[in-house]
């Protein structure tokens, strides 16, 4: 056997079966997704495995373990958007129109999205992405219902400011409705 061999035995022995679980509660909790959770398990596990030595700490491992889980959701989220903005893209050319100011807004709400921090961006995406109600969105991130309404009053005011700011700054965007779009 070679260190190598060693090394991929032993993180698998000390990292990932005693934490494998709970990253995967942890991202399925998130994203209300097992495929989803099962990727980022994955994903994580591989970071994990490639940056272990940046652990100074190993009794904060789990700690570290869940920012990288807390980072590869961010990711995914940001992946989704992005995925939808280009499905966006193909049905407008597909019926053969030009983006109008409706797309043009939801480019910058996607932009502004991806600025607002992981513990806004869940709730709102899981709202209006996936249409659940305060009630499923608090069950599937283990917080409050009231925790919720907040994190997505806070978000929504948070994107109102934002392209209020874009706008101000863009006369030519000054048409746009924000209203309509939160």
Do not use: C
């Not at 990292?15 to 909790?29: G, N, Q, T």
Request: a negative charge.
């Amino acid at each position: 056997m070679d260190g190598r061999t060693d090394y991929r035995k032993a993180f698998e022995m000390y990292v990932y079966e005693p934490h494998k679980d709970i990253v995967y509660r942890i991202a399925l909790r998130r994203l209300g997704d097992k495929t989803a959770a099962e990727d980022v398990v994955q994903e994580v596990f591989v970071r994990a495995f490639e940056g272990l030595d940046s652990v100074l700490d190993p009794s904060r491992l789990l700690d570290w373990l869940t920012r990288i889980a807390e980072n590869v959701i961010a990711d995914h989220y940001r992946a989704k958007f992005m995925a939808l903005k280009h499905e966006d893209d193909i049905r407008l050319a597909k019926a053969g129109k030009a983006p109008d100011s409706s797309a043009e807004l939801r480019e910058l709400l996607m932009a502004e999205i991806a600025k607002l921090p992981v513990s806004l961006q869940e709730p709102l995406l899981l709202s209006y992405e996936s249409e659940r109600t305060a009630p499923e969105i608090a069950r599937l991130l283990n917080i409050a219902e009231g925790t919720v309404r907040w994190r997505l009053s806070e978000a929504r005011n948070a994107l109102r400011e934002g392209l209020r700011r874009r706008i101000s700054d863009a006369p030519a965007l000054q048409n746009l409705q924000i209203a309509e779009a939160l």
